[in-house]
C-alpha cells in the first residue's frame, strides 16, 4: 500500500496547506475564540492542540487531557476545520478516536522511540485515520523514516512528515536545529510522503517564523505548522514561539510560494524549475564549505598553539580515502571526488598556513 496524496484527505487543497492553533489546550474559550479568527484565514485548513504536553521536565503544564479532546470537537462543529492532536500512546489513540479527532501526530519525544510508534502503530490498525509523524528529536533520518515505515505496516496511508528540528547540544539562534538535508534526504528516499514544516519548534521564537517558512516553501515542502495564540505571551506553554492569529495571516500573505507543479509545463518551465533545484543545492554546498572553513581556522589556532605544522601528509591520505568510500556509495565517480577533495584540502592548508604565519608575525 502507498502514500495517498494530501489533496485526497484534505478537501480543497491549496498550497501551502496551513495548520494552526496552540501549542496546547488550556480552556474551551481559548480554543474556540483561536479557532474562530483562524477559520478566517483561507490556507489554514487544519486545527492543532496539544491535549497531552510531552513536557522535558516535570511540574510544567502537562496537558488538559481529556476534557480537551471535547473542545476539539466543539471546534470542528462550530468552525468546519479538521481538527488534530498529538498522540504519544495507545491510551490517547483511543481517546482520540473516540472523540473524533480527524488527524493524530506522532510527537518528537514519541517518534524517537520504536516501541511507543509500534504501540501506535499496532492501536491505529484497521483505522484510515490520517498520522503526521514528527522527525525524533535527534538527527536520525533512520529512526525518522522508521516510524513512518511503522505506520505505513498497520496500513495507515494518509501520511505526512512533520519537519520540527532536531535538537544540539551546542547553542544556536534556533530552538532545534533545522538541518534541511534530513528532510530532503527523506523527501528522495519517500518522493509521495508530503512534509509540512513546523517553524515554531524549530525556532522557539516568534520573530524568527516568517524567515523560517519562506525557507520551507523555497524546498518546497507542501505545508507549515504553526502554533498561535490569542494572547501568545500568556500561554501555558511555548509563550515565546507562539503568533496570534493575525500575525499568522501576515506571515502567510507574505510567504513567497513556488508555482504549482503541471503536467503540460513546456521544455523552458522544466529547465527553469530543474535549475532552481540546482541553485538551491549549490548554496547549501557554498555554506557547509563554510562551515568548514570556519573549523579549519579553528584547527589552525589549535596548530598554532602546540606548534604542529598545516600539512599533515597521513591525516590527508586518511581523509581521502574516507571521502572517495563514502562517495562512490553513494553514487559519484571516484575520479570527481578525488578532484574535488585536492582542492578543497590545498585551500585548507593554504588557509591554515596564512592563520598560523600572520599568529607568528603577532
Ligand atoms: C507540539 O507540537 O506542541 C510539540 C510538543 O512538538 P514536538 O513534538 O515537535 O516537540
Ligand atoms: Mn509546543
Redesign the pocket.
Known amino acids: 500500500m502507498g502514500i495517498t496524496p494530501l489533496h485526497k484527505w484534505i478537501p480543497n487543497l491549496k498550497k501551502p496547506l496551513v495548520i494552526a492553533g496552540p ?2 489546550a488550556e480552556t474551551r474559550e481559548q480554543m474556540l475564540q483561536t479557532a474562530k479568527e483562524l477559520v478566517q484565514i483561507e490556507d489554514v485548513r487544519i486545527f492543532r492542540a ?1 491535549i497531552w504536553k510531552p513536557r522535558t521536565r516535570p511540574n510544567s503544564f502537562e496537558g488538559v487531557g481529556e476534557e480537551g479532546l471535547k473542545w476539539l470537537k466543539e471546534v470542528k462543529e462550530q468552525t468546519g476545520l479538521l481538527t488534530s492532536t498529538e498522540v504519544a500512546n495507545a491510551g490517547h489513540v483511543e481517546l482520540a478516536l473516540k472523540h473524533d479527532v480527524d488527524i493524530l501526530w506522532i510527537g518528537a519525544r514519541t517518534s524517537v522511540n520504536p516501541f511507543s510508534v509500534q504501540e501506535i502503530a499496532d492501536v491505529l490498525k484497521g483505522t484510515d485515520i490520517p498520522v503526521m509523524v514528527k522527525n525524533p528529536i535527534n538527527a536520525d533520518l533512520a529512526l525518522w523514516q522508521g516510524a513512518i515505515e511503522r505506520m505505513m505496516g498497520a496500513g495507515i496511508t494518509k501520511l505526512a512528515a512533520i519537519h520540527r528540528g532536531f535538537s544540539t547540544f551546542e547553542k544556536s539562534k534556533y530552538r532545534n536545529n533545522p538541518i534541511w538535508r534530513i528532510p530532503m534526504e527523506l523527501k528522495l528516499l519517500m518522493p509521495d510522503l508530503p512534509i509540512i514544516c513546523d517553524p ?2 524549530i525556532t522557539g521564537d516568534r520573530s524568527l517564523v516568517q524567515y523560517v517558512c519562506q525557507k520551507a516553501m523555497d524546498i518546497d515542502m507542501d505545508g507549515v505548522m504553526i ?1 498561535t495564540h490569542p494572547t501568545p505571551d500568556q500561554a501555558w ?2 509563550a515565546a ?1 507562539q503568533v496570534t492569529p493575525k500575525s499568522l495571516a501576515e506571515i502567510i500573505q507574505n510567504l513567497n510560494v513556488r508555482t504549482e507543479f503541471t503536467t503540460d509545463r513546456n521544455f523552458s518551465a522544466e529547465l527553469e524549475d530543474l535549475r532552481k533545484n540546482i541553485d538551491r543545492i549549490d548554496n547549501e554546498i557554498l555554506e557547509a564549505l563554510s562551515m568548514r572553513t570556519n573549523i579549519v581556522e579553528r584547527i589552525a589556532e589549535a596548530k598554532h598553539k602546540n606548534n604542529i605544522t598545516a600539512l599533515q601528509v597521513h591525516r590527508m591520505d586518511q581523509l581521502m580515502n574516507n571521502r572517495i568510500s563514502s562517495g562512490v556509495k553513494i553514487g559519484l565517480r571516484e575520479k570527481f571526488i578525488k578532484e574535488i577533495y585536492n582542492v578543497i584540502h590545498e585551500d585548507s592548508v593554504k588557509t591554515q598556513n596564512e592563520i598560523m604565519n600572520a599568529k607568528e608575525n603577532e
Open positions: 501549542c496546547s496539544g515554531s519548534h502554533e506553554s511555548d514561539q
